[in-house]
């Protein structure tokens, strides 16, 4: 969570001592919002916790996935999965080489 008392700078003190901020970036895993003439201009953060922010964004876009395909199906809608992999099994596959007859 954001901090308004250390964790917005100007982008001039970011420039005169980006090692200090840096290290707080490190320590705090907490991003800090850089202002341009007082009104916030760009986020950093530390890379760690980039990292984990976009696992947890990509796990929450499947679990969204999973409850649109649950309610889908609850709806009655689509087939099951045992259908659905028949189908596949059946269809021809392109990147599959072709023989060549001799």
């Known amino acids: 969570m954001l901090d308004i008392s250390s964790d917005i700078k100007p982008l001039s003190s970011f420039k005169r001592d980006s090692v200090t901020l840096i290290g707080q970036l490190k320590q705090t895993g907490r991003p800090v919002v850089l202002t341009i003439n007082g009104k916030a201009e760009v986020v950093v953060q530390d890379a760690k916790s980039y990292q984990r922010m976009v696992e947890l964004v990509d796990r929450a876009e499947a679990v969204v996935g999973i409850r649109k395909g649950l309610a889908s199906m609850?709806?009655?809608?689509?087939?099951?999965?045992?259908?659905?992999?028949?189908?596949?099994?059946?269809?021809?596959?392109?990147?599959?080489?072709?023989?060549r007859e001799s």
């Not at 999965?81 to 023989?99: D, G, I, M, Q, V």
């Open 74 to 99: 609850a709806r009655g809608e689509g087939i099951p999965a045992e259908k659905a992999f028949e189908k596949l099994r059946k269809r021809p596959n392109p990147s599959t080489p072709k023989r």
